[in-house]
């Protein structure tokens, strides 16, 4: 298969998979238990108030009526309307993306910047110290509950040592956030020169990208670990050893270039790893992102934004998904061949 | 001719799983870790088993005047605002998390070992049905998913349960179908089919045996996802519900006292979390390396 028809086909079967994707949101929203039109109505609804409900909601159609509303809805970007803020859901959702956002690239980079070192460590001073080292940090940040991880930091840095600021969102409550650019505070304060929201974001930001860094840390730091051994086993290597250059030019060359290519397929987990924790994390330090929303909406029983927040986080993920298969076809000519 | 190396090729298999069973043994009883892993799995399993008469306290007996006591003799893991003793609703909860956990685990291994199974064998139309629709489970995060469904089903253990099956049958669904694809072929299936076998005798009792390693080693490491999912739900105000004592609700009502310093409340139930998540990796880590040695050092 050349790269052009690897695209397209890789491009054409996300058609499939967001249709299977809005049919099971679709069951959630609509199939599932009771009557949403009972919900709305009230307890106290007449039966025939709540024969108008069902008909105004188009509930009385066949189901293939009420799916094809759904999508068509779905296309003009109706999410629905969130019951706590009284605005439309999608809405509510771009307020808060940035903040989601700001939390996740900054957790993402504190586990490349401290997994990917770890993991060539590990494989190149294999069963030593600082292999068995790495390896316990992944076994244990694997198993430690991400809420439990950032409870557990909040204690010790602000409780006990007083150097982390209390879990209370994006900037301390006496500094007033930058102009809006991009929306990540820490961007925008840089940006527009703004040296106290430069600080303060950055400090509120420290322990909840730590607690979500370490969580993602763990498979990255595997994966890298693994795939750097099959590496420096190879002939390649074996031969550039042979050939006399330095040893940190084939590590770190060579070796570590060759063995983050399949890092790449593990992108589509750890953005899975990462929505799941920010829903915790948010929750755990106040973080006013979507993760947050779709918590305070199930503290508040109102389950309409909770299904459009899982719909809008599948979207995402099949579209990392397609962006993680694109790039590991344009740098792996060998995927194209399968 | 085919006969004879059919019998030959089933005397080897059964060979081969005797070969692993001792190999299996040497390695648990050998390795100091997986060792003190399974050891820990048994003594949790079985407080959580005998709960009612380890734990010191009644998990749910309050007491205004031993309200928030720190860690001490008497209450090894503190007392929480109404006085409960904290150790004794560590032990309870375990009951609570471990049950979910397993009868999760139990049924999404069934309904995925079945469907990948019969897509496997099978072939065809029903081989496109299953992996869609595995394909769009799988569409979603897993956690995610999970807490959409059980916000739509309402706030129940045995939703939880629902929930995290759901999310867990592609993992047996997609193993079991490649493990048919590959058994079909052999030798002894075609015999199997030679002498006159229906096609779900074939499948479920000359082809299925050879699948159980690699189900158990992907049940043991589900299981420790299965926890910090129960657990996660549970911390952002899902599933279980109080008075039932589970470790990630008890770890949420612990959160609040951490400004005012009763750090014991979030602690425990925790550790208790980590300690369990991490006998069952470690376990499945070691059941993968003998049992399915193929996928040694792929996760």
Redesign the interface.
Known sequence: MGLGRYLVHRLLLVIPTLFGVTLITFALTYLLPGNPALVKAGPLATPEYLAEMERKMGLDQPVHVQYWRYLRGLLRGDLGESATTGRPVLEDFFQRIPATLELTLASLLIAAAIGIPLGVLSAVYRDTPVDHLSRLAGVAGVAMPTFWTGLLLLFVFFYLLGVAPPPLGRLSPDVSPPGRITGLYVVDALLTGNRRAVVSSLYQLMLPAATLGFAVMAPLTRMVRATMLEILESDFIKAAWAAGIPPSRIIYGDALRNALIPVITLLGVIFGFLMAGNVVVEMVFAWPGIGNYAVTSLMSKDSGPIQSFVLFVAVVYVLVNLVVDVVYGLVDPRIRLR | MRETSAMAEAVVLRRERARRARLLWRRLTKDRLSLAAGGAIVAIMLAALAAPWLAPYDPDATSASDALQRVSLRHWMGTDVYGRDLLSRVIHAARVDLLVALTATAVALTWGAFLGAVAGYRGGWMDQLVM?LV???M???????T???T????NSTLNVVVAIAITHVPIYARLLRGEMLKAREMEYAEAARTVGNRPARIVFFHLLPNCVPPLIVQATLAM?FAI?TV??LS????GIQPPQSEW?YM??E??GY??S?E?WL??FP?VA??VT??AF??IGDALRDVLDPRMR???
């Open positions: 869609r394909d769009t489970i569409a979603f995060p897993a956690f995610i998913l807490m959409g469904i916000a739509t089903l309402g420790g910090l657990a996660a911390f952002i105000g899902l990630g770890t949420a612990g959160a951490i400004v310093g750090w979030f602690l925790g979390i980590m998540v991490l990796n470690l050092g792929v996760r």
